[in-house]
T-cell receptor, first 113, second 114 residues
Framework: GDSVTQMEGPVTLSEEAFLTINCTYTATGYPSLFWYVQYPGEGLQLLLKATKADDKGSNKGFEATYRKETTSFHLEKGSVQVSDSAVYFCALSDMSGYSTLTFGKGTMLLVSP | ETGVTQSPTHLIKTRGQQVTLRCSSQSGHNTVSWYQQALGQGPQFIFQYYREEENGRGNFPPRFSGLQFPNYSSELNVNALELDDSALYLC?????????????FGSGTQLSVL
């Protein structure tokens, strides 16, 4: 079945550092790929998505590129802020795209001033 | 603020009991999905309802059941609670008009089974 593997956290960075959170997936066909963010005490929020190979999703300074050849969708940000501290989840949906998501285990990001 | 509200926010039950969790969808949405998020894990898909019919189910036993009402609000029922059912239960609503519709998640119900 489909699966998503993320790097384990926590990832601890100083403000303005460069962020990479690795994500690889296993799926049949051509899934859509997502990054969700979960702030403490809140539900999940869609951060960005990509629906086909070589697409780049971007939002709020975060970027991720759908790499079919390496089955990866790594999240990057050039300069993190304290407010980016949260748990980040990589996810995929099956070919139907109908909102049935398979999530990774999540990566906690802690940014210190 | 997603417009998806879940109740209650926290709940404590004992093993063997039954529980009902509720979700109000964002206005205009016709699809509700439920996810279970165990501590330190990613959310796992339980099932989805589209226009009051179950429309997909994950790897959860039949004691997990649900309903969607004409106003598109939803309930998740769990019978014969087990300790491993302790988790954050997330509801997500969406409007199904095409593939890749966007999910809007509620803040969840934290269920503890003792």
């Amino acid at each position: 079945g489909d699966s998503v593997t993320q790097m384990e956290g926590p990832v601890t960075l100083s403000e303005e550092a460069f962020l990479t959170i690795n994500c690889t997936y296993t799926a049949t066909g051509y899934p859509s790929l997502f990054w969700y963010v979960q702030y403490p005490g809140e539900g999940l929020q869609l951060l960005l998505k990509a629906t086909k190979a070589d697409d780049k999703g971007s939002n709020k300074g975060f970027e991720a590129t759908y790499r079919k050849e390496t089955t990866s969708f790594h999240l990057e940000k050039g300069s993190v802020q304290v407010s980016d501290s949260a748990v980040y989840f990589c996810a995929l949906s099956d070919m139907s795209g109908y909102s049935t998501l398979t999530f990774g285990k999540g990566t906690m990001l802690l940014v210190s001033p | 603020e997603t417009g998806v509200t879940q109740s209650p926010t926290h709940l404590i039950k004992t093993r063997g009991q039954q529980v009902t969790l509720r979700c109000s969808s964002q206005s205009g949405h016709n699809t509700v999905s439920w996810y279970q998020q165990a501590l330190g894990q990613g959310p796992q898909f339980i099932f989805q309802y589209y226009r009051e019919e179950e429309n997909g189910r994950g790897n959860f036993p039949p004691r997990f059941s649900g309903l969607q009402f004409p106003n598109y609000s939803s309930e998740l029922n769990v019978n014969a609670l087990e300790l491993d059912d302790s988790a954050l239960y997330l509801c997500a609503s969406s409007l199904r008009v095409a593939t890749n519709e966007k999910l809007f998640f509620g803040s969840g119900t934290q269920l503890s089974v003792l």
